[in-house]
């Protein structure tokens, strides 16, 4: 809960600010509305997204399943790109926060005061050591970290709230302020929900809840398949962590806004960015106020744990399944480099500034909350739960709304997600066709049909001999034809025995797979039937496969494709077919380097 938390917890850093920003007197109601949200709407929401994907898939693996093919994996690309934009920003604002927290305490402000992109690289630069460190260790410092600033923070606001006792006129000045333009209780609740967008910052530790997962430790009997307990302690850290942080932000939006004059919470004041630290000083002195601003940075600083901790978990996930990353993004290390090297870039970008950041972190959060209401919404339609599903239908129109308010009020927000989205997209292109040659089978499978076909072969002369076949009608006349022509092509004689081997494409869009082999016999002619995502992948594989079973390397029999080259590279990267025998030759080569032992290719016609 801390290592998600850090990020959650650390909003109360500046979102008691931006509230009062946004929303000057109106913020504790707006606070108080963006609270129901949470409770009723978010938690429920992610409390099922935790039984749907008990293995850190997050809600992504859920609109995966809904749709199928190229669409599937566009859509979770797209995704992936708010998950970027999100996290990565998590990272920089986060940084950027606590380097503001450095810069404005009394101590500190002299030596600082400017090197506000500096301080900033360098707390990107430690954070990225913690996770080269090890991720224990990262969990570790997570720990000491939200229970000292949670336990601080609480005494700050304990503290206010006893100062209010001493300004009896506090909250009578408070509500007149906020009933001298809405006069009826329903208007300042109506004047308040369009500020909620603005304060959603926080609830992206529902997301990076679901994505750790795999870290919540389950009961003795849990399987792969069923983690019950996973499932079960995973709702209790959303649900503890939900609690926790509703107290909290109501506590302190309502003792700022009571407590602090709000010119403070302009740019340039004491307050932006720092309403509780503000406090800790001014209620405590500057000895106390420091060692808060102490806990303060360093929960913001490691805010960027849990969105770290995030997508090293869903990037190897989803990228190099798809082929749209080099095998190398499964590896943490390497991957921390490159996500640390993002993240040095927004900074520098944005100039490590946590107002021009905030729109395009909001952008990324709500992006997230929109899909996982949509997807636990279509997901209990599917299965006929109409009650429940009316329910979500709700928490899916509140998040559209949400997420449509902050992209009109903040439009800079989606234009960054698009930068993001548009990268991932390009590397994932240039990843996959980078990739297409390699052996992405993982193993071959026969059936006993299949089995006792290859054994009754290799019984007879070798090498064995293959016909690599496009299925039309499959009857009798196909295969006769088929033979006849190969074997004019390719001078074959009638006593050297063949088998057909054909691929049905399964869905061109996967990657790794695994070949399942069938078999059959039409009219005296013998069928192997494999099926997977790309026709060249399979027929290497299984030449492979066939190869480690018999005395010598097989030999397999092609005709030359009659379309232009530019279409076959075209059906290929998409359809998984194309101009099929240099392709498998291609694959053969980079699969086994020594010439002796790979198997033959031959083309006529």
């Not at 307050?271 to 601003?293: I, K, P, S, W």
Request: proline residues 5%; charged residues 15%; contains cysteine.
């Amino acid at each position: 809960m801390c290592l998600t938390g850090v990020d959650y917890f650390s909003t109360l850093g500046y979102q008691p600010g931006i509230a009062a920003l946004a929303a000057g007197a109106l913020s504790p109601v707006a606070t108080l509305v963006l609270v129901l949200i949470t409770v009723f709407a978010a938690l429920p929401m992610y409390r099922r997204v935790a039984e749907e994907s008990p293995h850190g898939d997050g809600s992504l693996s859920m609109l995966e399943r809904l749709l199928s093919y190229w669409p599937s994996k566009v859509l979770v690309l797209c995704l992936i790109g708010f998950v970027a934009t999100g996290f990565i920003i998590t990272i920089t604002l986060s940084a950027a926060d606590a380097t503001a927290h450095l810069i404005e305490n009394p101590y500190l402000h002299e030596a600082l005061e400017g090197r506000n992109v500096v301080v900033t690289l360098a707390l990107l630069v430690a954070l990225a050591g913690v996770f080269l460190k090890g991720s224990k260790e990262a969990i570790g410092v997570a720990v000491v970290l939200v229970v000292a600033y949670l336990g601080l923070s609480l005494v700050v606001i304990g503290r206010a709230a006893v100062e209010l006792g001493d300004h009896p006129t506090a909250f009578s000045d408070w509500t007149s302020a906020m009933t001298l333009e809405h006069s009826a209780p329903f208007g300042i609740i109506g004047a308040a929900l369009p500020v909620c967008p603005a304060l959603a910052l926080g609830l992206s530790g529902f997301e990076t809840g679901v994505v750790v997962m795999p870290l919540v430790k389950g009961d003795a009997g849990d399987t792969e398949a069923h983690p019950v307990g996973r499932i079960r302690n995973a709702k209790k850290l959303l649900t503890t962590a939900a609690l926790i942080m509703s107290v909290m932000l109501l506590g302190s939006s309502l003792v700022t806004t009571l407590l602090i004059p709000h010119e403070q919470f302009e740019p340039g004041g004491e307050a932006n960015g720092r309403a509780l630290a503000y406090l800790a000083h001014e209620l405590f002195g500057d000895a106390f106020g420091t060692v808060y601003d102490a806990a303060t940075i360093g929960i913001l600083w490691f805010a960027g744990a849990s969105a770290m901790a995030g997508l090293l978990n869903i990037v190897p996930r989803y990228l190099p399944r798809y082929g749209m990353a080099p095998d190398w993004a499964r590896s943490t290390r390497p991957l921390v480099l490159v996500l640390s090297f993002i993240a040095a870039v927004v900074t520098l970008a944005f100039g490590a500034s946590v107002d021009q950041q905030a729109g395009a972190y909001a952008t990324g959060v709500l992006a997230l909350m929109t899909s996982a209401a949509i997807a636990v919404f279509l997901a209990e339609l599917r299965r006929g739960h109409r009650g429940t599903a009316a329910f979500f239908a709700v928490v899916s129109a509140v998040f559209v709304y949400t997420f449509a308010v902050t992209i009109v009020d903040r439009p800079e927000g989606l234009l960054i997600a698009g930068v993001f989205i548009a990268l991932i997209v390009v590397i994932s292109v240039w990843s996959r066709i980078a990739r297409s040659t390699e052996l992405r089978v993982l193993q071959v499978v026969y059936d006993d049909g299949a089995r006792a076909m290859l054994d009754d072969a290799a019984l007879g002369p070798q090498p064995m001999r293959f016909i690599a076949n496009k299925r039309q009608a499959g009857d009798r006349d196909e295969y006769r034809e088929k033979s006849l022509e190969i074997r004019m092509f390719n001078h074959l004689n009638a006593r050297q025995g063949a088998i057909f081997l054909e691929v049905e494409i399964s869905d061109a869009s996967d990657f790794e797979t695994t070949v399942h082999v069938t078999s059959e016999v039409v009219g005296g002619h013998r069928v192997l039937r494999a099926t997977g995502p790309s026709v060249p992948n399979v027929l290497a594989a299984v030449l492979l496969d066939v190869r480690d079973r018999m005395s010598k390397p097989p030999h397999a029999y092609f005709e030359w494709s009659q379309k232009a080259p530019g279409q076959n590279v075209l059906r290929f990267l998409i359809a998984g077919e194309g101009d099929v025998p240099p392709l498998v030759h291609e694959i053969l080569r980079r699969a086994e380097p020594e010439e002796s032992r790979r198997p033959h290719i031959h083309v006529g016609g």
